[in-house]
């Protein structure tokens, strides 16, 4: 992963609680895909991974015949897009999961 704030700055315990952090709070690989095969032609899986612009966009295009040729194709290229998304959430959980505890750890040190 492309760390902002370096992982290996952390001590054992904090990169426990990061790796907790991210498991916890991402989205689910199994989920994505599920709502990607099953409701992905009315942009489900692009809901669920905090696209709503285009979702909506897609949701919309499909309750049109016309817009279903546009939805379909889009659809087959999200299936190459989803686990780039799920990469880009899990680094983002993390980098906010690093700066917490880097800040946890200046406020013991300023207590101290």
Do not use: C
Request: glycine share 8%.
């Amino acid at each position: 992963m492309n760390h902002t704030i370096s992982y290996s700055q952390l001590d054992n315990q904090e990169k426990l609680l990061v790796d907790n952090q991210v498991a916890n709070k991402s989205k689910k690989a199994v989920v994505a895909w599920l709502l990607w095969l099953f409701l992905g032609g009315f942009g489900a899986h692009r809901f669920y991974m905090g696209r709503t612009g285009t979702a909506v966009v897609m949701l919309i295009l499909s309750l049109t015949f016309f817009g279903t040729i546009i939805s379909v194709p889009w659809m087959i290229i999200d299936a190459f897009r989803i686990q780039g998304w799920i990469h880009q959430n899990q680094e983002q959980i993390e980098q906010e999961a690093i700066t917490q505890v880097l800040a946890g750890r200046n406020i013991k040190a300023q207590n101290n």
